[in-house]
């Protein structure tokens, strides 16, 4: 009876103390750090699910440093919709005192939210939206007000008034910066002006950010994140305080673009320190130390018992006892890839020759190389643009080269060539024109578009990425099943068409088939044939 008792304590303890608990997941956090977004999202589609906000959250941030946001949209407003939901893990302080804190739907911590709300605004922006730029970085800065309402706190530096427009008194740089930038993209501005001046009294260095866009002396905005944020780790006698340890130490490293150098807008090491959840701590410090009183307690009716009933009870009191300290565990589960810092850098596109060089003081393998950059779209005021740098030992090699390998949709082969699946380097999208330079390249002139979808689709390669809802796997030239172009001026592309890749592992009958009859086209042309 008593084993049986034991072992039931053991397995609630178990259960209930998992429940808030979250491993860091070395695979995603890696595949981010060294810049492997595809593999990222190959691993999100196939891993357990986490819950369907920090799911959507780590998709919509790995989708967006491969240059694929605009493609991600359904993402980022299914992300929107929940972070619209407010009062995110609040109110819970009762459920939390009787109950396991697992009973609560996690969706972020206050400061993770406001970067997501970040990140879809930044999304937002890359687009052209910029209504709906404003909008998202409105939603963080009324996030972060409501939140230092409920705990009666400020942030010491939060100015307060002055500011027709932005009326928030939050600590966030960078959301008023993009709230700025929203407002200027509609036209708007005296409320950018205002946006850019709360932005500038928080951290140095954004006043110059916020002129530059005002005066017109950039028609480019290049939005550039780095690092890992905090991890989130349990702390105190019993586990019960969630602390936030830096993964990426803070400092006041500048980025360099081209020849110029620019300081960080925001550092999210800080904001985690304004914007945590702490309301908890006291319920779980009571609960450790009820757990303490019930095990001794237990412990001591156990040793002392004269007869089986008040053994039981006194294994029943170390039950409950360790119930009571598994339920005071802190909360662990986080946003695993945020960024540690993000950089707001404006650019004459006008002036740009060339490759545009990346890099962090101080860390060579943050350098990233956009071997091209596009200029404005007729009618475009301001291009934003979005990179998500590496942070290791070194940088790759397809980071640094500067050269684009491959041809995509958004760039033109300086020679005709084959596809990829035919031995080539052109992973453009069919379309009766490319279908004339792989005419010109040796394929046979009766091919056409259709013929060539058919052979991917014999291949199993789905050409691009219309109804998967940002929800795809990795590009064909990284062994996957996918054909698209990301935006050339992110990281995903540089990954993709300034790397060196193997070559096409034929997988149908019908490609191996037409690589054998060119191969001996070229023999024969070669060896004088006609």
């Not at 009326?167 to 929203?182: P, S």
Request: hydrophobic residues 40%.
């Amino acid at each position: 009876m008593r084993g049986v008792l034991l072992m039931l304590v053991l397995v609630l303890v178990l259960v209930l103390g998992a429940c808030a608990s979250q491993r860091p997941d070395a695979h995603l956090i890696e595949d981010v750090r060294s810049g492997q977004f595809g593999y990222a999202r190959s691993y999100l589609r196939h891993s357990p699910s986490r819950g369907a906000f920090t799911d959507l959250a780590h998709l919509a941030l790995v989708n967006l440093a491969d240059g694929m946001g605009e493609e991600s949209e359904r993402v980022f407003n299914d992300l929107y919709d929940l972070l619209r939901l407010r009062g995110v893990n609040a109110g819970s302080r009762l459920a939390a005192v009787v109950l396991h804190e697992g009973v609560k739907v996690y969706r972020g911590e206050p400061f993770e939210q406001a970067m997501l709300y970040a990140a879809i605004a930044i999304q937002k922006a890359v687009m052209g939206d910029f209504d709906n730029t404003r909008a998202a970085a409105i939603g963080a800065l009324e996030l972060l007000d409501e939140f230092d309402d409920l705990r009666y706190a400020r942030p010491a530096d939060a100015a307060g008034g002055g500011h027709p427009y932005a009326v928030q008194d939050t600590g966030f740089a960078l959301g008023y910066m993009l709230a700025g930038l929203g407002a200027l993209g509609m036209g708007r501005e005296e409320e950018a002006r205002d946006y850019f001046l709360r932005g500038a009294e928080l951290r140095e260095g954004l006043g110059e950010v916020g002129r530059v866009l005002l005066e017109g002396g950039a028609d480019g905005l290049l939005i550039i994140d780095y690092g890992l944020g905090p991890r989130k780790v349990a702390a105190g006698r019993s586990g019960e305080v969630e602390a936030f340890v830096a993964r990426t130490p803070s400092d006041a490293r500048r980025v360099r673009v081209g020849s110029d150098f620019w300081a960080a807008a925001e550092d999210v090491n800080e904001l985690a320190a304004l914007y945590a959840w702490d309301d908890l701590r006291g319920v779980r410090g009571a609960k450790a130390a009820i757990g303490d009183v019930l095990v001794t307690g237990g412990a001591v009716v156990t040793a002392t018992g004269d007869n089986d009933t008040e053994t039981l009870i006194g294994l029943g009191l170390i039950g409950l006892g360790l119930l009571s300290r598994a339920s005071a565990a802190a909360d662990t589960r986080q946003i695993e890839i945020l960024p540690q810092r993000v950089y707001l850098v404006p650019i004459r596109l006008a002036d740009l020759r060339g490759p545009l060089t990346i890099e962090v003081e101080g860390d060579p393998g943050s350098r990233l190389v956009l071997p091209m950059v596009r200029s404005r779209r007729e009618g475009e005021h301001l291009r934003v643009m979005y990179v998500r740098l590496l942070s290791g030992a070194g940088a790759p090699e397809w980071a640094t080269s500067g050269q684009i390998r491959y041809v995509g949709d958004a760039s033109e082969p300086a020679l005709p060539d084959l596809p990829y699946i035919l031995g080539g380097r052109d992973v453009r999208t069919p379309t009766a024109r490319v279908m004339r330079d792989y005419h010109a390249a040796g394929l046979d002139s009766t091919l056409t578009s259709n013929d060539m979808r058919e052979l991917y689709r014999s291949e199993g390669i789905r050409i691009g990425v219309d109804g998967t809802g940002g929800n795809f796997g990795r590009h064909v030239l990284e062994g996957g099943n996918w054909l698209f172009t990301p935006a050339v001026e992110s990281t995903g592309f540089v990954r993709l068409f300034a790397g060196a890749h193997p070559p096409h592992e034929p997988r149908s009958k019908a490609v191996r088939d037409l690589i054998r009859t060119l191969r001996e086209r070229i023999d024969t042309h070669e060896g004088g044939g006609s």
